[in-house]
């Protein structure tokens, strides 16, 4: 008999975050005003940018990909989490459950693979500024940005694909908010030595081949830095780097501490408390990290409020 015909589970039940009634309430209106913020943050970076001829640079156009991926990432997860912790039950039935497994991780996915083409750009403009213009046309940011979709997206369907292959027959409740791929396969009935190979390797791909660039390219970037004679210039792009950085760190620390340490038998509550950060906190701190001291964008919301008629109340 083939494993597909083992299972039996028809729907799983997500513990979540609490089950005590008053923390799920005041869950569920904090990170109701957290996603409601990020959407309008992220949603408003894109406007921004089609709006201000100025931004129509790489490093924006990739940028916009970034806040059209985090509206999307955290619509795969945060408005379940929000039903259930509104009605206080935690069921999800299987097929919801793959699907949202397998949206949730090609957004991550891809959300890593871009990150490190968004590091490369950085490096290109500030270490060989006069290529960059030809280096980065418009053809080269199209093939990076389809490529980081592309790969986050077909990595996954061999990652889900090779979980859905197990059998699901005993134990049906999920120690997590959201159908998350290394929890669910916890609860599978059947060895899952070659499945969790298959993920450590796509997430090798995924997570450490775009860390090493990121970290390769800030390098090079820090080194360019301290040989310019312009203080002003050092300030601006140390500023700028650290704001990429800090993503960095909480996304890539947080999500390799998720799919690359040895696992443990069954799930526990420190995987949904990481999970919280890169699905959460992240997706509501890049439209704020990459537009807080940057003097462009400023500029950008200054011209749109303009056209609202506000203009002289900015000008004191």
Same mark, same amino acid.
């Given at each position: ?22 923390t ?42 970034l ?16 039903a ?5 039950n ?31 750009d950085?490096? +290109?403009? #500030?270490?060989?500024?006069? /290529?960059? !213009? $030809?280096?980065?046309?418009? &053809?080269?940011? *199209?093939?990076?940005? %389809? ?13 889900v ?10 134990p049906?409740h ?29 997430? +090798?791909? #995924?997570?450490?081949?775009? /860390?090493? !660039? $990121?970290?390769?390219?800030y &390098?090079?970037? *820090?080194?360019?830095? %301290?040989?310019?004679?312009?203080a002003?210039?050092r ?33 526990t509550?420190l ?27 400023? &500029? ?13 109340e900015?000008?004191?």
């Amino acid at each position: 008999m083939r494993a597909e015909n083992l299972t039996s589970v028809t729907e799983f039940i997500l513990v979540g975050l609490s089950n005590h009634r008053k923390t799920q309430i005041l869950l569920f209106m904090v990170i109701l005003l957290i996603y409601l913020l990020t959407v309008m943050g992220n949603l408003a970076v894109i406007v921004l940018i089609q709006v201000d001829s100025r931004l129509r640079t790489p490093m924006y156009y990739f940028l916009t990909h970034l806040s059209g991926l985090e509206i999307c990432y955290v619509t795969s997860t945060v408005p379940q989490m929000l039903a259930h912790l509104l009605s206080g039950n935690g069921a999800i039935p299987f097929a919801c459950c793959a699907a949202q497994m397998y949206i949730a991780l090609s957004l991550g996915s891809t959300e890593g693979l871009l990150l490190g083409v968004m590091a490369y750009d950085r490096y +290109v403009a #500030i270490c060989h500024p006069l /290529l960059y !213009v $030809i280096a980065m046309g418009r &053809g080269c940011q *199209l093939q990076l940005a %389809l490529a980081a979709w592309a790969g986050g997206f077909l990595l996954s369907v061999v990652n889900v694909g090779c979980a859905l292959r197990l059998p699901f027959c005993g134990p049906n409740h999920i120690n997590h908010f959201f159908c998350e791929l290394p929890v669910v396969l916890k609860l599978a009935c059947a060895d899952t030595q070659v499945t969790e190979a298959v993920i450590f390797g796509a997430a +090798v791909l #995924i997570l450490l081949v775009p /860390l090493s !660039v $990121i970290l390769t390219s800030y &390098g090079l970037i *820090l080194s360019s830095v %301290l040989q310019m004679r312009s203080a002003s210039g050092r300030r601006k792009t140390f500023s700028t780097c650290a704001s990429h950085l800090a993503v960095v760190a909480l996304f890539y620390g947080t999500v390799i501490s998720m799919y690359m340490r040895p696992r443990s038998g069954t799930a526990t509550d420190l995987d949904k408390r990481i999970a919280v950060f890169y699905i959460v906190v992240t997706p509501l701190l890049n439209p704020i990290i990459y537009t807080l001291r940057n003097k462009e964008v400023h &500029g950008a919301v200054a011209k749109v409020v303009q056209r609202w008629g506000l203009g002289p109340e900015l000008k004191h």
